[in-house]
């Protein structure tokens, strides 16, 4: 398995990171070993087997559609970068 | 008094014979005068814990006490904490003081005991050295000429007790977090069953994997611990609602007539022969106590690692996509706009493992690989699970190897991250079935000490914890410490 410098900066973009020239060098070879790792699993016979999720097969419960939280924003908001009149400030998105 | 366990301290308590604020300040004195050595704290919650110290001496003077009122003890840093800052080992939370608790804090304080302070770790629990922290390496208190790992990625936590910087600390384990770390330090670990304890207010690291659990000097205290942290909780949609048995009761029965499982899978090149010859010498007290071991197969074990590298990597890269540098942690200086903003923010402030892992799970994820990658490590995993369910009909706990080696040095992986995951080949198969694992102390090898991991069927912590207190009746490892040996 290969991964250029280019298809790391593709991934790194997918996932709002940031890479170097030089840290895609690295982590290129660092992720094409660890996929020939991974590649143990195509020698696995999985015909028929069911995807496992949960551990206990478990499913998703539903709580009753009643309110339980109580406005806590000032409490939340006391902790982040940037606010202003209750809401999270980012640079200009619209121009 | 360093020496007391949780459950002489409770009794040291109860019969007044010294306050909470007595052990407290001296837990405290020790950490600053030790931490600096270990750097097993991140940070050191003295103010609160005396104060919360007052309190429980005041529940006990009006007998309104649980056996639990006044205990110190650490939280792993990966536990939020209201008005305590939460860092996950990260220069992403660094400054991240959350305004709520986790039910395992919550459960801890509604107890009345004491958090001395949060433990250093791998950022975001990913690593089994705690090379990985932004708040620098946690030294192994067993290290004698060389400076030696703790495990991780509960590092932290396993150095202060060894240390006796505490008399107990939670743990979180993804892959062999707890366990790992408990074999390095000749301690008494456990994971308990997947939604056996609340995740709520846990940093999420792999979801479907991740699970809180004690890390304590014995399975007594281990017992003691679990009793608080496990339960449904309605805030975590993944805790089962499962009945909590008492898991002090069954401590004392006979091992008379049950049957231990001995994986042949993992008598492999990863063991070496003295880690193999401790594991014959347990077999031998659990056959004296009255077991019965046989041989049982996992055929699917050597697809652990793989299974394990595409599926929490994947759960990982979704969960840190919440970091965002918007609503708390990092955020970049002056960014140019908000793809910038998002983009330098993360790169920034997640360290060099954590970015390797969001990459592999978010190619694992991308169009044209899932069903290659996710969706084939995801039937791999039930293969896995079901190993042990048929394990499990024959046999009623599992006896294996902690880990491959005691602790290493640092560097010791060299550059290539797949080394260091190697390291965790014999736990991490317990993550992905979402099964009990323990790890006790079973013994020296070159002079440091190593583990014994006991594999329990679903919800069977109790009996875990049983064969563990048994074992340690019968052996003293669990004894020494660094300055006793």
């Not at chain 1, 660890?34 to 195509?42: H, R, T």
């Not at chain 2, 790992?180 to 997947?194: D, E, I, M, R, S």
């Not at chain 2, 965790?424 to 694992?437: R, V, Y």
């Not at chain 2, 079973?442 to 912590?461: T, W």
């Amino acid at each position: 398995m290969s991964i250029g410098p280019e298809d790391i900066k593709k991934i790194a973009h997918l996932a709002r990171l940031q890479v170097s020239a030089e840290e895609a060098e690295k982590l290129g070879g660092d992720i094409a070993n660890i996929l020939n790792l991974v590649d143990q699993l195509q020698a696995a016979n999985t015909e028929g087997v069911e995807p496992m999720a949960n551990p206990l097969d478990a499913v998703q419960v539903l709580r009753s559609d009643t309110v339980t939280e109580q406005n806590q924003r000032e409490a939340y908001q006391a902790i982040a970068p940037a606010t202003e009149d209750g809401l999270y400030l980012v640079p200009k998105v619209i121009e | 008094m360093f020496e007391f366990t949780i459950k002489e301290l409770a009794q040291g308590l109860a019969d007044k014979s010294f306050s909470s604020q007595e052990i407290t300040q001296a837990y405290l004195d020790r950490i600053e005068a030790l931490n600096p050595r270990y750097n097993a704290y991140i940070t050191v919650n003295a103010e609160q814990a005396i104060e919360a110290a007052k309190q429980a001496d005041n529940r006990i003077a009006k007998g309104d006490a649980s056996m639990w009122t006044g205990i110190p003890f650490a939280h792993k840093d990966i536990f939020c904490t209201q008005g305590l800052l939460t860092t996950c080992g990260s220069k992403m939370l660094h400054n991240f003081v959350p305004p709520y608790d986790a039910t395992v804090v919550a459960n801890f304080k509604r107890e009345g005991a004491v958090c001395l302070g949060k433990t250093n770790l791998d950022e975001f629990a990913m690593g089994s050295s705690n090379e990985h922290s932004f708040y620098g390496r946690v030294i192994n208190p067993w290290s004698k000429d060389e400076e030696l790992v703790p495990g991780g990625s509960s590092g932290g936590s396993a150095a202060a007790i060894a240390a006796r910087l505490a008399p107990a600390a939670t743990g979180t384990d993804t892959g062999g977090s707890i366990r790992q770390p408990a074999a390095f330090c000749n301690l008494t670990g456990l994971k308990p069953t997947y939604g056996r304890v609340s995740r709520y207010g846990m940093i999420a690291y792999a979801s479907s994997l991740d699970q809180g659990g004690p890390m304590t000097r014995n399975a007594e205290d281990a017992a003691l611990m679990l009793q608080v942290m496990a339960g449904h909780d309605p805030k975590d949609s993944t805790s089962m609602r499962q009945d909590v048995p008492d898991y002090s009761a069954d401590l004392n029965k006979s091992l008379e007539g049950l049957t231990l499982g001995l994986p042949k899978e993992y008598f492999n090149d990863q063991l070496s022969q003295e880690m193999a010859n401790t594991l014959t010498a347990a077999v031998k007290v659990f056959e004296q106590l009255g077991a019965k071991v046989k041989e049982v197969s996992l055929p699917n074990a050597d697809l652990s690692i793989p299974a394990y590298y595409v599926i929490a990597p994947a759960e990982a890269s979704a969960n840190l996509s919440r970091f965002d540098g918007v609503r708390y942690g990092y955020r970049c200086e002056e960014p140019a706009d908000l793809m910038d903003l998002y983009e330098r923010s993360r790169s920034e402030g997640f360290g060099t493992e954590v970015k390797r892992r969001i990459l592999i799970g978010t190619y694992a994820l991308s169009a044209g690989y899932y069903d290659a990658y996710y969706r084939k490590a995801q039937q791999v995993r039930r293969l896995v699970k079901n190993d042990f369910v048929a394990a499990f009909e024959e046999v009623d706990a599992i006896l294996a190897p902690t880990t491959p080696s005691p602790a290493f040095g640092f560097g010791a992986k060299g550059d290539d991250p797949v080394q260091m995951y190697l390291e965790d080949i014999f736990t991490i198969s317990a993550n992905l079935a979402g099964i009990p694992g323990m790890s006790i102390p079973a013994g020296k090898v070159n002079g440091l000490p190593v583990g014994l991991q006991l594999l329990g069927n679903y919800f069977d912590e109790a009996r875990l914890l049983n064969l563990a207190h048994q074992f340690q009746t019968a052996t003293d490892w669990h004894l020494a410490s660094p300055d006793n040996q």
